[in-house]
Each structure stands twice: as C-alpha cells, then as structure tokens.
C-alpha cells in the first residue's frame, strides 16, 4: 500500500508542472480559438524560447526569472511577425493551409535547432536549482514552487488583461463572425498576430519557469505540444479556464501515474485521459457544444 | 458625403459590379434597388473595404477611401449594417454594442448604449441574453443598434426588412425614417421597392452589377418600367 507521505509530494509535483502545461496551453488554446487551427509550431516556439533563456544564462548571467522579462516580449514579437509576415500570407486564409504552414515552420525552426545547436541536452545550474522549500506537509523544490506560483499569476494576469480592454470581446466576436468583425472595425490580421503573439509570450513565460529544473534540446518542443494538445482538448478547445484546470489534472496523472507505472511510463496516463475525453464528452470539460 | 464612380469589383476575377455611379448626400436617404443577385451586397461591400475595388473609385467625406481596409473605413464613420445581420451570436446584447463601438465613439460608448435602447427598449429587456437566441426582429435591431454605437456619419443598411414579418416591416421603415430625420444620411438597400421608395429622397435601380435607373424617389415612383418589374404591373 502507497502512503500519503509519498502520494502528496507526487500530487504537488504534478500540480506545479501543471501549471506550466496550463500555460503552455493556454497559448495554443488562445490560438484555437481565435483562428481556428491547432498550432503545430507551439513546441517549436517553446523550444526556441528555451534556448533563449539558456544563452542569455550562459552567455550573459541573466537568471532564467529575470528573462520573464525579456523572454515573453521577444516571443510575442516573434510570433506576431510569424503570423503576419509568414503563416497568414503563405496559407491565403484557407484554414487547412494554415495548418501546414505551422507543421512546416515547426521542421525548420527544429532543424535549424539541430543544426546550430546540436543535439545535446543542455541544463542550466542556478545558486536555488536544489533549494527546497518546506510546506509542513511535503516539501517541494524551490524552483517549482516558482513555478507553480509564477504560471498560476501569469495566467490571472492575462485574463485579467483581455477582460479588462476590448481584446477579449474582439477576439471571442472573430471567432464567431469574421464579417460582422470587420463591420465594427476589428482590424482582423492583426488581432489574429496578436493572437498568435500572446500565444508565443505564453511560450516564452513557461521557458523560463521551466528550465530551472528542466532541460533543453532540440526536440524539446514535441513531448510539449503533444501534451498542451491532451491539456486543450481535455479542458475544451478554446477554453480558458479549460486550458488552467486541464494542466493541473494532466499533470497530476503524469506525477501519479509515474509513481506507479515508473517514470516512463507515467505518461499513459495521459493518453488514456485523452481518449476517454474524445470518447465520452468531445467538447471537453469546459469547453462549448459546437 | 459619399461619391462612388466606375465601381468595378468582383469575386475571383469575375465581374459582379461593371461600373456603378453613385452619390449620396448629407441628410439624404437613397434607395438602392434590385432584385436578388443584381450585386447589391458586392457594392456595400467593396465600399465599405470587404470586397477590393478592381476599377474605380470611392470617395467619403471627402478623403479617397478607394481599397482601404475595413477597419480604416469604419473609424472614418462609414458602417454597414449587413444582410444577414452578422451580430455575434456567441456574445450578449450587451456586448454586442459595446463592439460597436470598438473602432469609433469608444469614450461615448455609455451614452450611445443609452440612446441605442431608447430606440430599440426590447434590446434593454434582452440585455443579458445570447444574440444567437434573439428572435429575428430583434436581431436586426440589434444589427442596426451595433451600427448606431459607432456613430455612423453615414450609415448602410442591406436588407433590413429582410425576414421580418409585415408589421414589423413597416416599424423598420418608420425607424429608418425617423433615424434620417435626426440627420443621419443612409444607404438603404432593399428589394422592398415602393415602401422603400416612399421614405427614400433618391434611388438607384442595379441590374446586373450595372446602375439602369435613377432619379428622385417621387420620380421613379410613378415610373412604368419600374412598377413592370418589380410589381409585375
Ligand atoms: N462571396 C462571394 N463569392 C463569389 N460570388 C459571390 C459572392 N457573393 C456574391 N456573389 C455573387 O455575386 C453576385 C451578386 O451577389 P450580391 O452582391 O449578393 O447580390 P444582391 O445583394 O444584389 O442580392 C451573385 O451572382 C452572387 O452569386
Ligand atoms: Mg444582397
């Protein structure tokens, strides 16, 4: 029989790394929802983003918290001027063709990857990297906590931010109504950059909350996107609050699931969560009834 | 207010409009008329930056507005009320109006809620409702209280009558008129000829993307052609 003494630390795992899944998801969620396609280059950004925090620590000392700002504001950049510049005007608005532009970006920014920085693992060492933190119950690795505390503000953050201007409401009215958005004066390809820009700086956050205590290499970006993919369809496609209560219950599975099955095969999981949801309630947990 | 000469535009490379000359005056309420598929909607749409010009040019309140994006004519006061309404049906009422106001009148958008459901009370009553679940009636006046919240210098109306039942018909047509007389000029689009006709200043019949009448609306009223085809006179 399993004791709660192990149980706990593993749950409060898989809540802190589920709140980088969150927001990892939630970028491509944002994206969904607004264009209507998934994202195939969501990992590729991610994986340029962490490659960003580890140069700017190992080229310049920056530590991976103080490249929040930093980080996110240059993928927001990158991802607007993708839209704009490359994935709107290569796929002439036809929504299959969007879908393959990402899936071609996603192989040349992987590639490109590879061939610049080889495929080494690489990590970061910070003075906190094996710091705990004590929380009378359990104790938790200080850069988790971090983690934890920093996606969950993240995430309030931006809610915050489209409820509180116009954004929100635009980009729920071009979802829905792409003429009568335009008939109000939304500037249509620029909301679906800014989009895909908020997206990226989703990306950007979660690199840097991420490579304290994880790793980065080349192909770092598909064991994400499989799972932001499992979190937005399990919390409904489009769904913001979908997209936050989706990363904690997947990763929680995966902390759980690893402690049973063994660390590789935690992520079934996953899967099986995946299928279930595509079986039994297509539209996800929170997500609307098309 | 609004000049439009040698309109040429179309879907793909085909023609739909082949050269349209119109005007519209300040104050003014012109009708432009046709049957289904004579290129009406091309025509608003190609004014209003949703449809590119091939030929031609547009001019609004004086600046040359000819192939600018949509949202560009809209913060100029230039606002369609499309056929088919296009509201958001996902949205409420509420926010319904506040988006129109998303590009134009933003610091007035309280007031202009204000005096959008003095003209339209059902949409107060609906306020928190659904668009997508309003009746179609209420649908256009919300399409057309979308419109108001931008406060429009000129405003065009594509088929507003379109759906609706005979009486609500003719409170559209009194609206329309009651709207003008406070100093908006309109567009009005219609296949509705006479009650159109009868609250219009000017009209424009299209046949096939071409202008094959016009004239002061008392004028065209009377006219034998007209009254054949459309009244089957
Ligand atoms: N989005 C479109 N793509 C291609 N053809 C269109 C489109 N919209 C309208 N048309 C065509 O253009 C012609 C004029 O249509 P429209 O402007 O909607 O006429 P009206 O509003 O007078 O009924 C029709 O033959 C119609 O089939
Ligand atoms: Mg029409």
Known sequence: MLEFSILLPALLNGLTIGAVYALVALGLTLIYGVLHIINFAHGSMLMLALYGVFFLHALFGIDPYVSLL???????????????????????????????VTLGLAIVMDNLALYFWKA??????????????????ATIAVPKAVAFVAALLICCALWLLMARTDLCKAIRALAKERQGAQLVGINVPHLFAMSFGIGAACVGAAACLLLPSFYVAPDVGQVFVLIAFTVVVLGGMGSFAGALIG??????????GGLFLGESLGQLGIFVIFIAVLLFRPTGLLGHRA | MLEVGGLRSGYGGLD?????????????IVA?????????????????????PYEGKVRFAGSDITGKAAHDIVAAGLIQVPEGRRIFPNMTVRENLELGSYRRAKPRRVANMERVVAIFPRLKERFAQKAGTLSGGEQQMLAIGRGLMAEPRLLILDEPSLGLSPLLVEGMFALIARINAEGLAIVLVEQNVMQSLSIAHRAYVIENGRVTLSGAAAELMQNAELKRSYLGM
């Open chain 2, 16 to 28: 739909v409009l082949r050269g349209i000359d119109m005007q519209v005056g300040d104050k003014e």
């Open chain 1, 70 to 100: 930093i980080v996110p504001p240059a993928l927001f950049v990158l991802g607007y001027a993708l839209q704009r510049g490359v994935i709107g005007r290569a796929s002439h608005g036809k929504d299959e063709n969007i879908l393959l």
């Open chain 1, 247 to 256: 990363g904690m219950i997947i990763g929680v599975t995966e902390s759980i």
């Open chain 1, 120 to 137: 080494d693992t690489r990590t970061i060492d910070t003075p906190y990297g094996f710091d705990t933190v004590d929380l009378g119950i």
């Open chain 2, 32 to 52: 432009v008329l046709g049957a289904n598929g004579a290129g009406k909607s091309t025509l608003n749409n190609t004014i209003c930056g949703i449809v590119a």
